[in-house]
């Protein structure tokens, strides 16, 4: 009788809410916990290195990594949604074809890494050249474990894909802390993290081909997820730009002080991205006709539980900063600012829609847009305010963001209105 109480009440709060809560909650415990736990990891390595290294080796450190995530456009990004959604509607084939054509592009990474090996060198920056040079040889590996968790994703075996990330996550953590305390080098942390990765990502890998069941696979949608690597090759560039032009305008302390304040709402993000991860194959079951009143409905409630979360953040980031970070004081204030970034993150429920529909040419010309007015807006604002400059600029980018997907959600909603019309 208590159980079928408690089954009563939440589906009478399902209905209510408009989510599927015992869905959420099954799904939702695993990907909750690799998530925290990793976070929690990544918390404890960022600590270790704020009180090991001083700000200008960590300032290089967060330049080095930073390169390496920009490069990630070689490995074509978009191909993750594209395995994710191809998974969702039983397309395996689209998982293989996608891992061929990650791991041969990435060879170009590989390339431009040595070439920026030796332009350290000749640069006399030993440090920065074998680092780079590390990092080159790991890059055909390191983003094939984001195809792999996806695929996983795809078939909602949160349980597997959460243990699978878990153990990526502690095992380049272990690695990558051990190498600092032990070695205290740029060169051996950078071999250590960039490798330890490297492996993980090999691993997770296979583990996710024994599960591929059928060849079946979908042109249009390989296709896409091209299409949507090129977009994100813009995304990625300006999402990382401020890395680049703090240490080429500013110095690698402020890059230093720059990565701490962005590092915890970071974290926080990757936190929500569960909530996307859960929510996507159930956006792509909503009919076309109820998606606008289903989207803005899970889109407010979202909304108001990271409105809270951030403002938690806001209020506590003095106290975790001079706990975790005492040498970091400076990143106080930014981080409170960068948190407000946080507050567009319910707007990615409207592009997990985006993607169900295949809108490449609107993602294209919506990135484009966004590009050219975030980039001026981004050496305008550093060249005005500096270090706060470039997170204002971010917080610009989000609104501009939300905007440009809002719009093209609604310009596609009156485009099926219409079709429909029509055909009656």
Do not use: C, H
């Amino acid at each position: 009788m208590v159980k079928k109480f408690i089954n009563n009440r939440i589906d009478q709060t399902s209905s209510l809410l408009g989510l599927d809560i015992p869905y959420f909650l099954k799904g939702g415990f695993w990907l909750f916990s690799a998530n925290l736990i990793s976070i929690v990891g990544g918390i404890y390595l960022s600590s270790v290195f704020s009180r090991v290294w001083p700000k200008d080796v960590y300032g290089q450190f967060s330049f080095l990594t930073s390169i390496v995530a920009l490069l990630g456009i070689t490995s074509l990004t978009g191909m993750g949604e594209a395995v994710f959604q191809g998974s969702i509607e039983n397309r395996d084939g689209v998982y293989k074809n996608a891992l061929k054509k990650v791991f041969i592009v990435s060879i170009l990474g590989l390339f431009i890494l040595v070439a920026g090996a030796f332009y350290f060198f000749l640069r006399n920056n030993s440090n920065l050249g074998y680092s780079v040079l590390a990092a080159s040889l790991a890059f055909p590996f390191y983003s094939l474990g984001s195809l792999a968790i996806a695929f996983i994703k795809g078939k909602k075996n949160f349980r597997l894909s959460s243990i699978l990330t878990l153990g990526s996550n502690i095992f380049s953590v272990i690695v990558t802390a051990a190498a600092l305390i032990k070695f205290g080098s740029l060169i051996g942390v950078a071999i250590a993290s960039f490798w330890s990765t490297a492996i993980a990502n090999i691993f997770v890998t296979f583990k996710a081909i024994k599960r591929v069941r059928n060849r079946r696979t979908d042109e249009r949608l390989l296709k896409y997820g091209v299409f949507m690597s090129f977009t994100n090759l813009i995304w990625l560039g300006l999402d990382y730009a401020d890395r680049f032009f703090i240490p080429l305008l500013l110095s690698f302390d402020k890059n230093a002080i720059y990565s701490f304040a962005i590092l915890l709402p970071t974290q926080i993000q990757n936190f929500f991205k569960m909530f996307t991860t859960l929510g996507q194959p159930k956006i792509s079951k909503i009919k076309d006709s109820e998606i606008k009143k289903a989207l803005i409905k899970k889109g407010a409630i979202l909304g108001a539980l990271i409105l809270l979360i951030v403002i938690a953040y806001i209020i506590s980031a003095p106290y975790i900063f001079k706990f975790l970070y005492p040498d970091y004081t400076e990143s106080i204030f930014p981080t409170q600012l960068y948190a407000l970034t946080l507050l567009y993150y319910p707007n990615t429920l409207f592009g997990s829609y985006l993607t169900k529909k295949r809108l490449i040419k609107e993602s294209v010309a919506g990135t484009i847009i966004y590009a050219f007015f975030f980039f001026g807006s981004l050496l305008l604002f550093i060249y005005l305010w500096g270090l706060i400059g470039a997170v204002i600029s971010k917080i610009f980018s989000r609104v501009l963001t939300v905007a440009i997907t809002q719009f093209i959600f609604f310009r596609e909603l009156r485009r099926n209105t219409s079709v429909q019309s029509s055909d009656l």
